[in-house]
């Protein structure tokens, strides 16, 4: 069965600063990969995903992951946080066609100004 | 847009009486999901419907129920909710193929009184 780790719950940052989150997966085929962002209140949003094609993932609101199979990586990053990107966020694998989508435990993302 | 749509945002009902949430979408995607969040917690995949097909999760209780009429509405049935079954429900939909991307609605906050 695939999972996903992601590295810290709580993750604090000062405006300006860059956005490192976490997120390693198990899988014995290439998954294909997601990130979700959620508001407090809200239902999850797509930020970016990775389906086998560029390597380096380019998303909304500036965030970019880069996948990486030596490492079995998906991490998150954004070069200046801003206020607004204060949320949840969420890793998530999905194996194939048809497979249920496994969600790591979310990280929450605290910007400070 | 097309979207995914959930009514009532915010539903209080009473220990052991039957409610009903809702879900709609414009995506024309064939795959709708259901799922339960609690605080702190990602989400957790109650059941889905492939078109006509449901598709129920090995460990979601007898007590939550769906129905899909169209493709375009999912409903959600909870017979006898009780005090645990407090939570965020988010519906997701998508379309068959490849990653199958989830894009989900901004979810129902339920509370039982």
């Known amino acids: 069965a695939q999972s996903v780790t992601q590295l810290g719950s709580h993750v604090s940052v000062s405006e300006g600063a860059l956005v490192l989150l976490r997120c390693n997966y198990s899988?014995?085929?290439?998954?294909?990969l997601f990130w979700y962002v959620q508001y407090p209140n809200q239902g999850l949003q797509l930020l970016l995903k990775?389906?086998?094609?560029?390597?380096l993932v380019k998303g909304i609101n500036g965030f970019e992951a880069e996948f990486k199979k030596s490492e079995t990586s998906f991490h998150l990053t954004k070069p200046s946080a801003h206020m607004s990107d204060a949320a949840e966020y969420f890793c998530?694998?999905?194996?194939?066609?048809?497979?249920?989508?496994?969600f790591g435990t979310g990280t929450r993302l605290a910007v400070r100004p | 847009d097309a979207m995914v749509i959930q009514n009532p945002r915010y539903q209080v009902t009473q220990f052991g009486k039957p409610v009903t949430l809702s879900c709609s979408q414009t995506?024309?995607?064939?795959?709708m999901y259901w799922y339960q969040q609690k605080s702190s917690q990602a989400p957790k995949l109650l059941f889905h419907?492939?078109?006509?097909?449901?598709?129920n999760e090995a460990d979601t209780p007898d007590n939550f129920q769906s129905r899909r009429p169209n493709t375009s509405f999912c409903f959600l049935d909870i017979r006898s909710p009780g005090l645990g079954d407090a939570a965020m429900y988010l519906c997701?939909?998508?379309?068959?193929?490849?990653?199958?991307?989830?894009?989900f609605g901004p979810g129902t906050r339920l509370l039982v009184l």
């Open positions: 990775y389906t086998s094609a560029a390597t």
């Open positions: 899988s014995s085929v290439p998954p294909y």
């Open positions: 997701a939909t998508s379309s068959r193929g490849r990653e199958e991307t989830q894009y």
């Open positions: 419907y492939y078109d006509k097909d449901f598709n």
């Open positions: 995506l024309n995607h064939n795959v």
């Open positions: 998530a694998v999905k194996k194939s066609s048809g497979d249920k989508l496994t």
